[in-house]
Structures are given as C-alpha cells and as structure tokens.
C-alpha cells in the first residue's frame, strides 16, 4: 500500500488531509450497512503501515480490535456512520452503502482536502474532491484503517444483538447469508433487522 505514489496524492502536499473511506456489510441479510471514514495528513500514511494496517478481511477479529486505539491516535479524525435496514429496503444497497459513506465523511473533523473512496462509485453530491479506487482497502492504507474501523463497529453490534435472536447463529455470521443462517430464516422466519429487499430464503 503506497497511497502517495500509486494514487499521486504529492501533489495535493505533504500537509494535505487525505481521507479514506470504506463500507462493510452490503452483502449482508442482517443489520445495517456501516461506513468509517479517516483523515490524517498526508505526511502520516507510513504510521498506519508501521502499526500492521491493511485490509480489514486479512486481518484476524482479536487483530483488528487491537489496532482500533492505534489508528484512532494516528489519525486527525475518524468517524462511523450506517444506513438503517430500512433506508436499505427503501433506496437500495449500493445507494444506502453510499449514504452511509457521505455521512461519515461530512462528520469528519478536520475537513478533508481529499477523499479516496473504495469501490467505483463516488458518493454523490459531495463536495470534497473524491477519488474512487477498486479493491481500495487493498491498495491504500487510509482506506484500510477505515475498513477496520467500520468492520469491528459492524461486528460489534451484531454481536450485541446476537444475544436477542440466539436462533440466527448472528455471532459466528455476522448477519451474512450462512446456510446455517438461511434454514433459520426458513424456520422461524425474519425479524426487523433483515432485510426484506434481500432474496433471504433461497439458496
């Protein structure tokens, strides 16, 4: 991961706020889609790389939640927002993952001067400087902080809510389409934090 030279952010300078923003649980039948966004100046990336930083999905769950205190210490600013399984079922996944993204950039302090968002789409009407980056929590190090940020976020409360719908198997999956998941569904039916948009049954 070398944001700087890959995405040619030296341009911007080395005092430059660079923001990375990522999403986890869009494949999810469960729970709401959540969204992280870091900004730290430019001048900072190879701390996040010294701490172990990188994709949240190669990093183990006890790993992760160790680097939550370092990344948060390194950054200027971070912040975690989601989009509600009703506003999920109402406006669709892709546009309620971006939602949830435009809502944690715009509650940044300090303002970034630039986003990297991951994925292909830009989040829309926002008016920051955005650059959008395919398998972005691979390729950048601000992004990969923030996957982690919204990956244990995510985990987290799912795990709380585990305890409430012991029948979903919700701490093992996560809210994700798990045969195990799935008989349940078939079962004992769906509670008001699936997603009713979702194809929850089949498979």
């Known amino acids: 991961m070398a944001d700087e030279t890959y995405f040619k952010l030296s341009e911007y300078g080395q005092d430059a706020l660079v923001a ?22 430019l001048s900072q990336l190879p701390k996040l790389q010294e701490i172990g ?44 993952s971006l939602l949830a993204m435009k809502r944690a950039v715009l509650a940044l302090n300090p303002v970034p001067d630039i986003c990297l968002v991951d994925g292909k789409f830009s989040i829309p009407d926002l008016a920051l400087p955005q650059k959008t980056i395919i398998q972005g929590d691979r390729q950048s190090l601000v992004i990969g902080a923030a996957s982690i940020l919204a990956k244990v976020w995510r985990d987290n409360l799912i795990i709380d809510l585990a305890s409430q719908y012991p029948e979903y198997d919700l701490a093992a999956n996560k809210g994700y389409p798990t045969k195990k998941h799935r008989l349940a569904i078939q079962k004992y039916g769906v509670v008001i934090h699936h997603r009713k948009s979702f194809s929850l049954k089949s498979k």
């Open 53 to 96: 930083v990188r994709d949240s999905k190669q990093l183990s769950p006890q790993k992760r939640q160790k680097l939550i205190e370092p990344i948060k210490a390194i950054a200027s600013g971070s912040h975690v927002s989601y989009s509600t399984v009703e506003e999920i079922d109402k406006i669709n996944i892709l546009q309620a």
């Open 20 to 41: 990375g923003v990522d999403e986890v649980g869009r494949g999810a039948l469960f729970g709401p889609v959540v969204a992280a966004a870091v900004v730290l100046p």
